[in-house]
T-cell receptor
Framework: NAGVTQTPKFQVLKTGQSMTLQCAQD?????MSWYRQDPGMGLRLIHY???????DQGEVPNGYNVSRSTTEDFPLRLLSAAPSQTSVYFC?????????????????FGEGSRLTVL | AQKVTQAQTEISVVEKEDVTLDCVYE???????LFWYKQPPSGELVFLIR??????QNEISGRYSWNFQKSTSSFNFTITASQVVDSAVYFC???????????FGAGTTVTVRA
């Protein structure tokens, strides 16, 4: 059972560099999302997607891009990394179909990707 | 706008003590979901419970119990007879019934000492 897989687990970037955090899920979840976790601030939603071809902004979208070409994959792109983007990033997916019943809205998280921008 | 407040930043207890984590929320929605997640030192986030706003019954699962009070917009979490393995960061979260975008509180770090 792979669940939600994120790569890489650790990354160090220099200011201005770009990179992509990969996220894949094998549970056929329609809903996928990216959060960042910073000390004292909990998890904040960056971008989310309710299905292939559909994405939308969350609470802190600036500096990040996403796309959803397949149900399984939801990559997060940092266009020009800044020290303020140093954080732990989590990808999460969930059941969103009404037939999911009691599991609807329950998020399944990846293991996280720790990013440091120098 | 939705907001979740976990006023307790850190709680430290001795094993076998009970610990209660407070969660207060704000939302304009009349129907919504409330959640608790656990993040142990290994870093992964684990779903604990989902409660919808229709159901104000308290819930117990082993040593865990949850008290939902709509009148005070609170969804508190109690660990009874705490164990060292309960040491983690616990997050309370809120979403609309149909949008699945969770808003998280800042988290409460629980340390259980042997």
């Amino acid at each position: 059972n792979a669940g939600v897989t994120q790569t890489p687990k650790f990354q160090v970037l220099k200011t201005g560099q770009s990179m992509t955090l990969q996220c894949a899920q094998d549970m056929n979840h329609e809903y996928m999302s990216w959060y960042r976790q910073d000390p004292g601030m909990g998890l904040r939603l960056i971008h989310y997607s309710v299905g292939a071809g559909i994405t939308d902004q969350g609470e802190v979208p600036n500096g990040y891009n996403v796309s959803r070409s397949t149900t399984e994959d939801f990559p997060l792109r940092l266009l020009s990394a800044a020290p303020s983007q140093t954080s732990v990033y989590f990808c999460a997916s969930s059941y969103s179909h009404p037939l999911a019943g009691g599991r609807i809205g329950e998020l399944f998280f990846g293991e996280g990707s720790r990013l440091t921008v120098l | 706008a939705q907001k979740v407040t976990q006023a307790q930043t850190e709680i430290s207890v001795v094993e076998k003590e009970d610990v209660t984590l407070d969660c207060v929320y704000e939302t304009r929605d009349t129907t919504y979901y409330l959640f608790w997640y656990k993040q142990p030192p290994s870093g992964e986030l684990v779903f604990l419970i989902r409660r919808n706003s229709f159901d104000e019954q308290n819930e117990i699962s082993g040593r865990y119990s949850w008290n939902f009070q709509k009148s005070t917009s609170s969804f508190n979490f109690t660990i009874t007879a705490s164990q060292v393995v309960d040491s983690a960061v616990y997050f309370c979260a809120l979403s609309g019934l149909n949008d699945y975008k969770l808003s998280f509180g800042a988290g409460t770090t629980v340390t259980v000492r042997a």
